[in-house]
């Protein structure tokens, strides 16, 4: 029998937004909702293996319902527009997989289900609804089951007749009484005054409508009877809004709903576009795909001649070495510091050589270990940074980089996230080349193929190689980024190589100790919650904390999920003043975390052989210019806990008696503002040295410095930070816990205050619809293709990108600055201090006792002259013994 899905897209969405945590991909586009309904979705697909799929859509805020009550789903607040932006995407997503979505102006998307479901059932198809909406319950019969969604959106819970019967003792029909009954605050539906489920239900056993329990009043007494002669009406018109209508009209055909399966070649670029990479692996699509379409079938494999390197043709090489113009190092597994080399490829234009790793470590390969070292040949390749780590730990010294292609392609378009050689060479239309995946298969198929198939893969990389480098080269000079790639990106390549191979010393006692602490505070806590509560329970059950904090102290239910009472962080942080108890739980979770995120985290990650963790810098990873660590990520350590900040005791220097030092930019974000916004009023905050949030307080609330007290400040704070990153009134709502009308008119406030700030975001509104992207101070370009989208929420999206990438990018820029003028410094000294880490806005060394006063003088003065901007830099620096005592 053919098996229709019916989902109702706007309940799973907003399900999805809510249920999942913040992801962004790296244009910055939200797309977390997006994220949570397509996982939803292909598990649908997997299980019930449906011959036709809908998704049904409300086109609009208004429908027939409000032309007999006004007020309906009046008391919602505005769709957060991170939200929003996510409708579309979904509509594009749903036509990359060949799925049917429909929308119909004037009817929600209930009305449109009931519809199709009632034309599906009189057509002999089996149907599925899915929605998180009980009013669907009422659509249910023999043919149509309707699954809610629990957990968020991540389970289902199927209704038939059966399942109505026994959950409500009700038939489906009865849901509308139900509601008509007690309403749905949600909807704005009044229902009738102290009638909830419990006595709705009741009530409808008894009399089995909301028409009869009308009529049967004289059967009541008390205030429930009072109450449902008083609100008659409103029982009525509830029960008609409850009422899903079942005639709308529909111009699609079953045909059109026809679920042929996903195609890859349509499905996967849109969730590449996303950055689902989870979901490109368990659907098995690869790279290749793209590639050859990119490439319209027109450009197809070439044939390539590899001489495998070994005793009787390493001279012939060594003779060629000073020629060569491309090379590559194959390494697998996603850390370079543990990573495997499979082999090398040099090449010119007229040969490949391909060198095994096992020769390139024996004896007679000393030549080539001797140029790849040697800094006076310059080299060109792909991912040079992670060459030099992987040959680093084979003991094998790496120099010379020049042009490292995956940072070019990255400078020229950072929001491009197929940026491997086969997606390279696919978008220049140069001869294709097979993804990894396709060669060595991915996760438990990966497999090191034998010496051809291995040499003939490199040798097409570096032919591609070869005749990508002429293509960025023209378009980096035509960019202007030339002094961005080869002064600051290629040298900072280097340095970062250098600061991972050194690592940083972690004093393993401490921080076992530290564990241990935690450990105590935590049985401590566990102790003192228990007493509260009265009894022993298992604090990590969501189940077990509800029961206790609801059910056994009563607490006000903020949150329910399908599951029962929701205690997230958001919930617990607005129950925090009703009862002791929930403070203690609220540390218990945050020391929990620091516990088995970094403390254990944290022992696993150090290497052995060095006793340090040695991090790895990811240059081509945010579209601001931002640097990623990973392995393990030190830009995440939480500072704003004294819990988080004691982390930090456990990175030492590695030699006796030295000490760490670090020096952190102070405000860098808002001095660019300052200075791209030309406003005169933030600079003058930053020229005179003023606290620049006691300064936005004063001049948003229109008071002197004497009269700014910290709430003023801390909301000054939030706005100051929340322009740098384009944050909604949703968003600054959220961080202030005021309502979204509140914190609109804050930042109107800020705006008329900062004038020179809202030009500014005029103007570059206006530059980016004009060229199409934005730029840091140093070139550096941000593409927005949206930014002239019809779709309001895409565009508006793009809008507050084009606003926050020049100051975010501009920020990145200078630390980067920096560092490369840091690195030059100390050699220019002959000092033995060592530059450690980049933490955001931070840089950590360790230096010997001999040199901490030049340090101390030269770090900062570095620091702050990296860019001249209209405003002064400021990077205060400290130091001591470990990390914590420099901070």
């Known amino acids: 029998m053919e098996k229709l899905i019916l989902i109702d897209g706007n309940s799973i969405i907003y399900r999805a937004f809510f249920a999942m945590p913040p992801l962004n991909n790296s244009s910055g586009l939200h797309t977390n909702a997006v994220y949570g309904f397509t996982n939803m979705l292909l598990r649908l697909i997997q299980d019930e ?27 919602r607040e505005k769709t957060p527009s991170e939200l929003t932006e996510q409708f579309p995407l979904t509509r594009e997503l749903l036509d990359s997989f060949g799925i049917c979505w429909f929308e119909q102006p004037g009817y929600e998307a209930d009305d449109i289900i009931g519809t199709v479901s009632k034309q599906a059932e009189e057509a002999g198809k089996e149907v599925l609804v899915v929605t998180g909406d009980k009013d669907m319950l009422q659509v249910v019969s023999d043919k149509v089951k309707v699954a809610l969604t629990r957990k968020g959106i991540s389970e289902v819970e199927p209704y038939g007749p059966q399942e109505i019967k026994e959950r409500y003792g009700l038939i489906p029909e009865q849901i509308i009484d139900l509601k008509g009954l007690m309403g749905d605050a949600s909807d704005n539906i009044p229902g009738v005054p102290g009638i909830g489920e419990k006595t709705a239900l009741k009530l409808l056993h008894q009399f089995g409508s909301v028409e009869e329990v009308l009529a049967r009043t004289d059967e009541l007494k008390g205030k429930m009877k009072e109450n449902l002669v008083q609100h008659a009406e409103d029982a009525r018109l509830s ?14 055909s079953f045909d059109d709903m026809i679920f042929r399966g996903l195609k890859e070649e349509k499905a996967a670029p849109m969730l590449r576009k996303l950055e689902f990479k989870s979901l490109l692996e368990r659907l098995a699509f690869g790279e290749g795909t793209e590639a050859s379409e990119a490439a319209d079938g027109s450009v197809e494999l070439e044939e390539v001649d590899v001489t495998v390197v070994d005793d009787t043709t390493l001279t012939e090489l060594v003779k060629q070495l000073p020629k060569i113009e491309v090379m590559y190092v194959e390494s697998h597994g996603d850390n370079p510091h543990q990573a495997e080399v499979m082999g090398l490829i040099l090449s010119t234009e007229e040969q490949h050589f391909f060198v095994s790793n096992e020769f390139l470590l024996s004896e007679a390969a000393k030549p080539i270990r001797e140029w790849l070292a040697d800094p006076q040949h310059p080299k060109a390749g792909y991912d040079l940074h992670r060459a030099d780590l992987a040959l680093y730990w084979q003991e094998i010294s790496f120099a010379g980089a020049e042009h490292d292609i995956q940072l070019a392609a990255y400078l020229l378009d950072p929001t491009d996230n197929n940026q491997t050689i086969s997606g390279l060479a696919a978008k220049y239309k140069l001869p294709s080349v097979p993804s990894d995946d396709e060669v060595y298969g991915k996760g438990a198929k990966f497999k090191i193929p034998d010496q051809e198939t291995l040499s003939r893969h490199l040798a097409r990389k570096g032919l591609a190689m070869l005749r990508l480098i002429p293509l960025q080269k023209e378009e980096l000079k035509k960019n202007e980024m030339n002094r961005l790639f080869y002064e600051l990106e290629m040298p900072l390549s280097r340095i970062l190589a250098d600061m991972e191979k050194q ?9 076992a100790e530290l564990g241990r602490e935690f450990e105590a505070q935590i049985e401590k806590l566990e102790t003192r919650i228990y007493e509260l509560a009265g009894l022993e329970f298992n604090l990590n059950s969501p189940k077990q904390l509800g029961e206790v904090l609801f059910d056994k102290l009563e607490l006000p239910v903020v949150k329910k999920t399908k599951t029962g009472y929701s205690t997230d962080a958001e919930v617990l942080d607005k129950l925090a003043p009703y009862h002791e108890i929930v403070q203690f739980i609220l540390e218990y979770r945050q020391l929990a975390k620091l516990k088995s995120t970094y403390v254990e985290g944290l022992l696993k990650e150090i290497r052995p052989d060095t006793g340090k963790v040695h991090t790895y810098y990811r240059q081509t990873i945010a579209a601001t210019g931002r640097l990623s660590s990973q392995f393990p990520n030190l830009q995440n350590i939480p500072i704003r806990l004294e819990e988080g900040r004691k982390i930090r005791q456990v990175f030492v220097p590695s030699e006796e008696g030295w000490h760490i030092l670090a020096a952190d930019y102070s405000q860098i974000e808002l001095r660019v503002l300052a200075h791209i916004s030309d406003d005169k009023g933030l600079q003058e905050a930053f020229l005179h040295d003023m606290d620049i949030h006691t300064k936005t307080a004063m001049d948003v609330f229109g008071v002197t410095q004497d009269q700014v007290d910290a709430n003023m400040r801390r909301s000054a704070k939030a706005v100051n930070f929340g322009i740098v990153y384009g944050i909604s009134d949703y968003g600054l709502s959220q961080n202030l816990h005021i309502t979204r009308k509140e914190a609109a008119h804050f930042i109107e406030q800020y705006f008329e205050a900062f004038q020179g700030v809202r030009r500014y975001m005029d103007e570059i509104v206006q530059e980016a619809k004009r060229d199409g992207y934005v730029t840091t101070l140093l070139e550096r370009r941000r593409y927005l293709p949206e930014i002239n989208a019809s779709n309001f929420n895409l565009r508006s999206f793009a809008e507050r990108t084009a606003m926050n990438t020049p100051i975010q990018g ?21 000092l033995k201090s060592r530059m450690l880490l980049q933490v955001h806005d931070e840089l950590v060394f360790e230096v010997p006792p001999e040199e901490l006063e030049t340090m101390n003088k030269l770090v900062p003065e570095t620091m702050e ?11 205060e620096v400290s130091s001591g013994i470990n990390w914590y005592e420099a901070k």
């Open 810 to 830: 501009t920020a990145a820029d200078i630390i980067k600055l920096a560092m490369v003028m840091m690195d030059e410094v100390m050699r220019k000294h002959g």
């Open 865 to 875: 002259k990296a860019l001249k901007l209209s405003v002064p830099l400021k990077a």
């Open 239 to 252: 029960k008609r809004l409850a009422t899903i209508h079942r005639e709308v009209p529909i111009d699609r």
């Open 503 to 511: 690592g940083i010393a972690v004093n393993r006692e401490a921080l």
């Open 49 to 75: 293996k449906p011959s036709h799929i809908m998704v049904a859509f409300d086109a609009g805020k208004v429908t027939f319902r409000h032309e007999g009550y006004e007020d309906y789903k009046g008391g």
